[in-house]
C-alpha cells in the first residue's frame, strides 16, 4: 500500500510539480515502455528505491538504459524526483504504487533487460519475515517480465535475508545464478554513504545476481 510518511516542503514541492511530468499513473494495462520513454533503450526495473540516490547515480552514469522506479513511500517518491530535476535526467520514470500489482498488470511478458532490488526492508524479527519483499510469488512474476538473458540484481545488509533470498531466487527454474552463491559486488551498483558507513562498522553488503534462462538453457 501506499505510505505517505512525513515529506519536507521540497519533497512536497517536487510531487506536486514534477510527478505529472515523470511519473506514471497505475492501470490495469502493461506499459508501452518505448512509447513511455520516446526510444527504444534497454530498460531497467527498480522496486523498492528509498530515497532515490542510488536510482538517480546509475541512471546518471548510464544514460543508454531507462529506468522504471517503483516505490510506495511518498518521500522517497519526491527525493527521487528532486534529483532527476537536479541532474536533468531524461532516462527516469517512476510508479507509486504496489510492485507486485505493477507486475502482474503494467509490465508484459518479457519486456525488460534488468531489474533491480536493492536494500529491501529486512523485516529482521522472525515473525515478520513473511512480511519480507523476496517471495517466492514476486520472484515468478519478475522472471515472466525479464527478457531470456536480461538479469536480477539484488542486494541486502542482513546475512540472513541474503541467505533467505539466494534460496528463493535458486528455486526460482527460470532463473540461473552466474556466480557460485553471492556475487561480487557490479560496479554498476554505486555504494551509498550508509553501505560505506556500515562497511566502516564491519557490516558487508551481499549481492546476488542471476539471470533469466535462455531455451537452450539446461
Known amino acids: 500500500m501506499l505510505r505517505q510518511g512525513r515529506l519536507s516542503n521540497a519533497q512536497r514541492k517536487a510531487v506536486e510539480e514534477l510527478l505529472p511530468l515523470y511519473g506514471?499513473?497505475?492501470?490495469a494495462a502493461p506499459l508501452?515502455?518505448?512509447?513511455?520513454?520516446?526510444?527504444?533503450?534497454?530498460?531497467?526495473?527498480?522496486?523498492?528505491?528509498?530515497?532515490g540516490e542510488t536510482t538517480a547515480e546509475i541512471a546518471r552514469s548510464?544514460?543508454?538504459?531507462?529506468?522504471?522506479g517503483v516505490e510506495v513511500h511518498t518521500p522517497g517518491v519526491g527525493a527521487l524526483l528532486k534529483l532527476i530535476a537536479e541532474f536533468s535526467l531524461r532516462n527516469v520514470r517512476?510508479?507509486?504504487h504496489d510492485a507486485v500489482e505493477v507486475l502482474k498488470h503494467m509490465l508484459a511478458h518479457e519486456s525488460l533487460d534488468g531489474a533491480h532490488i536493492f536494500f529491501p526492508d529486512p523485516w529482521p524479527k522472525k515473525r515478520h519475515h513473511k512480511?519480507?519483499?523476496i517471495q517466492p510469488e514476486l520472484v515468478s512474476l519478475l522472471a515472466s517480465v525479464l527478457k531470456p538473458g536480461a538479469y536480477l540484481h539484488v542486494a541486502t545488509d542482513w546475512e540472513?535475508?541474503?541467505?533467505?533470498?539466494l534460496e528463493v531466487l535458486a528455486a526460482e527454474p527460470?532463473?540461473?545464478?552466474?556466480?557460485a552463491g553471492f556475487a561480487k559486488r557490479p560496479e554498476a551498483r554505486p555504494r551509498t554513504k550508509f553501505e560505506h558507513r556500515g562497511l566502516n562498522l564491519g557490516h558487508p553488503v551481499w549481492d546476488l545476481v542471476f539471470e533469466k534462462r535462455k531455451a537452450t538453457d539446461g
Open 131 to 133: 512480511r519480507r519483499l
Open 24 to 27: 506514471v499513473p497505475f492501470a
Open 174 to 179: 527460470a532463473l540461473a545464478n552466474t556466480a
Open 62 to 68: 548510464h544514460p543508454e538504459n531507462d529506468y522504471l
Open 94 to 96: 517512476i510508479i507509486r
Open 32 to 51: 508501452d515502455l518505448e512509447h513511455l520513454f520516446g526510444r527504444s533503450a534497454p530498460k531497467i526495473l527498480e522496486i523498492g528505491f528509498g530515497m
Open 160 to 165: 540472513d535475508y541474503a541467505q533467505q533470498i
